[in-house]
């Protein structure tokens, strides 16, 4: 994909309008770099550890990996996985179990610097537990 920087004024509706025209996969990546500029505005103003963590917490799995992990999800469902295709999954999963098992790591360290429980702090931003990548 191309692009050109052109400054103009939108309103967020025509933004939105604009956004719907991406594909999928642009769309994820979209999504995913707003979560992190999202999480470095709500970092300002915090002291320099939380903000770290929140910028970590807030990271997530990258589009790339989402997809490639869904697609190969929908082929074992569909039971057309090739052996280098269940290999690839295998390790796309461990990937998936090491990002997820940091993120609760550095939610653990952000809750005991806030001196809260894990999930008040999960609440408090939102965070729901999910069993799968991409729901």
């Keep these: 994909m191309s692009s050109v920087k052109v400054e103009v004024q939108l309103s967020s509706e025509e933004l939105l309008k604009a956004v719907e025209q991406l ?13 992190v500029l999202q999480a470095q505005r709500k970092a300002t103003g915090l002291p320099q550890a939380e903000a770290e963590l929140l910028l970590k917490i807030n990271q997530g799995i990258s589009p790339n990996i989402q997809r490639d992990y869904k697609e190969l999800i929908a082929k074992r469902d569909d039971e057309t996985l090739t052996e280098d295709e269940y290999e690839k999954l295998l390790l796309l999963t461990e990937q998936i179990e090491k990002i997820q098992a940091q993120r609760i790591e550095n939610l653990a360290d952000l809750a005991h610097l806030r001196g809260i429980p894990l999930t008040t702090l999960m609440e408090h931003l939102g965070i729901h537990s999910t069993n799968h990548v991409g729901k």
């Design 23 to 35: 594909n999928l996969s642009e769309l994820e990546q979209f999504v995913s770099q707003v979560i």
